[in-house]
């Protein structure tokens, strides 16, 4: 304790320190290829419903529950997530995994952002659909002890918790995607234009590099 300090004042501030709550930091995985409108829809209402500090996307090199690689390259699905993230200050864009190259494990990256983020409280957002094959995620038991996920709540869609030791996660009320990236890439090939489910700078960028029409 310094010189004169009060020792009453200085446990109080100690006190107050401990007492501070984690920022929330919800980590947002996937191919995004391409970003589209429901992604940055479900990134809010993470946002909104537990009071998040910021919701960080997290481009994949290659998911390992997928066996084909993404149709756009590396460089283009990064600046498509950038262009959609710009207005929101409160959206991030993360490329470790696509530096780190090869498939890309979420306990990797889990361990990564815990010594990035130590005084956070970090989320992993899911759907409910990935959240039933958690099981069959490498190394889940070791992932569940440092994150709570964020499961993806649509309607008429009832999930069950699996059995997975120390699993901790908040079910949020999520807008129904009406079209899938695979879905928009297809009508991106049929030239389609103006697509709604598209933030206009994607599809700009889309368009002037001719992505996703072969």
């Not at 930091?25 to 992604?39: E, I, K, T």
């Not at 993806?152 to 009320?173: K, M, N, Q, S």
């Amino acid at each position: 304790m310094k010189p004169n300090q009060n020792p009453t004042t200085a446990t109080t501030a100690t006190a107050a320190k401990a007492a501070t709550p984690l920022q929330g930091v919800a980590l947002y995985g996937g191919s995004f290829d391409p970003v589209h409108c429901a992604h940055l829809k479900v990134a809010h209402a993470a946002l909104q419903q537990l009071d998040l500090s910021k919701v960080i996307f997290v481009p994949a090199a290659q998911s390992p529950l997928k066996t084909t690689a993404a149709h756009a390259s590396d460089a283009d699905r990064i600046e498509m997530l950038r262009l959609a993230t710009a207005a929101e200050p409160r959206f991030a864009v993360d490329i470790s995994e696509i530096e780190r190259g090869g498939t890309s494990y979420t306990v990797d990256t889990v361990h990564f952002f815990r010594q990035q983020l130590p005084a956070s409280q970090i989320y992993w957002i899911l759907g409910a659909d990935q959240f039933e094959l958690l099981p069959q995620w490498r190394q889940i038991e070791e992932i569940a002890a440092q994150l709570t996920f964020i499961v993806l709540r649509r309607p008429g869609y009832c999930f069950a918790a699996p059995p997975i030791t120390g699993l901790r996660f908040e079910a949020v009320d999520a807008p129904l995607m009406a079209h899938s990236s695979s879905e928009i890439r297809r009508r991106v090939a049929a030239g389609a234009l103006g697509l709604a489910q598209l933030p206009p700078s994607v599809e700009a960028f889309i368009s002037s590099r001719g992505l996703y029409t072969q």
